[in-house]
DNA sequence: CGCGGCTTTGATGTTCATCAAGTAAAGTGG
DNA sequence: CCACTTTACTTGATGAACATCAAAGCCGCG
């Protein structure tokens, strides 16, 4: 069960994104009397596809992943979120239902803005329009790119990819806890959970990483991006 | 080379989009003096990766291809854009160039909007923004969808599928020519110009298709949708 | 005509998924 | 707290799906 928080006003909002500071204050002050803050704990689910949109949602806090489910019954990876990511980006300004899922990798924390609220901002700035257009436009070209990235690669490519991503874009760290288990991680970059296993294991033998648990250290990053660009 | 040509105002403009009949006939004929219509035969290209954005592109007619080239320098198909659509839509309110390329798979007539104008219009009119936006998310769903789509699909699942995508919603016909080749069907569906033509034969053997050159004729949609959702 | 690109078919090989089986770890109920 | 169940992880063997390679026919075009 996600808990229910309340935090600053939207105006004095630590984690306010650049788009939502080229609002003016009022706009700010109107937004705060429809926005809620809820916190989830790995593994918890956010939305689920088909549910209905009625909060455009920003994550502040975690790690989450959205995902489809194909008619493999397979999940398949459309992104992972960080902070100051818009998570429910895709359909929500053209559809009533999710069309994919979220849920959390990490302890997340989420703040849920009312739909109606939002847009009627829109319509009175155009400004902010122009910048949500902007923010939209950056995550769709990444999704797209992400995933013909994965198309265009074999397995162990894809491995390294993956890797590089949590070292370079999420922990910027060379050493991380790897916040999934294989079975989520062979979902995300379309193979199966043996072969996942397969390749670290491979990867270690060869000693480009060092696994410890769930703990990864990339130890020969070079020969990683070499793989990864090379696949 | 494409041709030049000079149509009707924009008010009048049959091609007119759902979402440009919200503006304002003031508003259309500001935006009036800054569009360009162009003719381009098949094969003809649009937009090159890379190349500066400074128009919005909308298709009037024909159909044209949104590829991006990979690093296994093969081409890989984002959409195919159907006349009504907007087709220089992706990277459009983000970025300065092109992220992917675009050519035409029939002869086709484009009209260029300059993007500065559309982005005065954009911001003086917040409706026209949410509508935008919300054509925006439905492409983007769209694309997304059809990617996933062809990941949890076997080649033969992803051959019915394109198949019954030119027959149902391109060209609303049973029997078609198919404007692409079979290198570029590969391409599109990422898989190998001969088993592109490999799977089209053993359609025909198996009596689901017929081909008479470049013309096709779907005989047994029925089992093209069985092996589409199986596959 | 002859060159290059598209198409087609067959033979071969690689990559990867599936199946099977066993160990480890983690949660569950008495 | 321990037996029990479930879930995650790991490795090997096998086979299917698909890519690659090779060769030949076809067609448009300078």
Redo the contacts with the bound molecule.
């Keep these: 069960m996600p808990e229910t928080i309340n935090t600053a006003t939207c105006s004095t909002c630590m984690f306010k994104s650049l788009i939502f500071q080229k609002l003016e204050k009022e706009e700010l002050d109107y937004m705060d009397q429809f926005k809620v803050e809820k916190k989830y704990k790995k593994g918890e689910i956010v939305v689920v596809e088909g549910a209905q949109i009625k909060e455009f949602l920003y994550l502040k806090n975690g790690l989450v992943k959205l995902f489809k489910t194909g008619i493999d019954l397979k999940d398949h990876i459309i992104s992972i979120a960080k902070p100051f990511d818009f998570i429910g980006f895709l359909s929500v300004f053209s559809k009533n239902q999710y069309q994919y899922s979220i849920t959390c990798i990490e302890d997340s924390v989420i703040c849920f803005v009312d739909m109606d609220s939002l847009k009627n901002v829109i319509k009175e700035n155009g400004k902010f329009a122009l910048d949500i257009l902007s923010k939209m436009s950056l995550t769709l070209d990444d999704i797209l790119s992400t995933r013909i990235d994965l198309c265009s690669r074999?397995?162990?490519g894809r491995i390294s990819l993956l890797l590089l991503f949590f070292a370079n874009d999420v922990y910027h760290n060379d050493s991380f806890k790897l916040p999934l288990?294989?079975?989520e991680i062979a979902g995300l970059i379309?193979?199966?959970?043996?072969?996942v296993?397969?390749i670290?294991?491979e990867f270690r033998k060869d000693g480009l990483i060092h696994?410890d648990?769930?703990t990864i250290q990339l130890t020969n990053k070079k020969l990683l991006e070499a793989i990864s660009t090379a696949g």
């Excluded at 379309?190 to 072969?195: F, K």
Aim: hydrophobic fraction near 25%; proline fraction near 0%.
């Design positions: 074999n397995l162990r288990t294989r079975k379309e193979m199966t959970t043996e072969n296993i397969r670290l294991s696994i648990g769930s």
